[in-house]
Nanobody, 122 residues
């Protein structure tokens, strides 16, 4: 079992930046880690993912603005979000796909989820 705790959400003006963090309760360096988001009335969507080798995937809507990274020594995954837009407003969730060998953005591939952190862009 893996517990995931997100932090770093908040309110920011359009064009601003936020950095989300996701701390895992145990080593997850063999897992793919991902960030997802869900806005009210919308389906959850994959935002970014990083596999154990550091390869990354991004949703088209965030390419060039968001960067996912991981620090395996700290069991932590980050999502640096720059040039934020109002349409980025959502609850952001961290997730772990144990044993997944590639950076998948499919939520069905993930086994563990955090509680989420709210990001509001005005």
């Amino acid at each position: 079992h893996v517990q995931l705790v997100e932090s770093g959400g908040g309110s920011v003006q359009a064009g601003g930046s936020l950095r989300l963090s996701c701390a895992a309760s145990r080593a997850s360096y063999t897992s793919c880690m991902g960030w997802f988001r869900q806005a009210p009335g919308k389906e959850r969507e994959g935002v970014a993912a990083i596999d154990s080798d550091g390869y990354t995937s991004y949703a088209d809507s965030v390419k060039g603005r968001f960067t996912i990274s991981r620090d395996n020594a700290k069991n932590t995954v980050y999502l640096q979000m720059n040039r934020l837009k109002p349409e980025d407003t959502a609850m952001y969730y961290c997730a772990a796909a144990l044993g997944m060998r590639w950076a998948t953005l499919l939520s069905a591939d993930y086994h563990y989820w955090g509680q989420g952190t709210q990001v509001t862009v005005s």
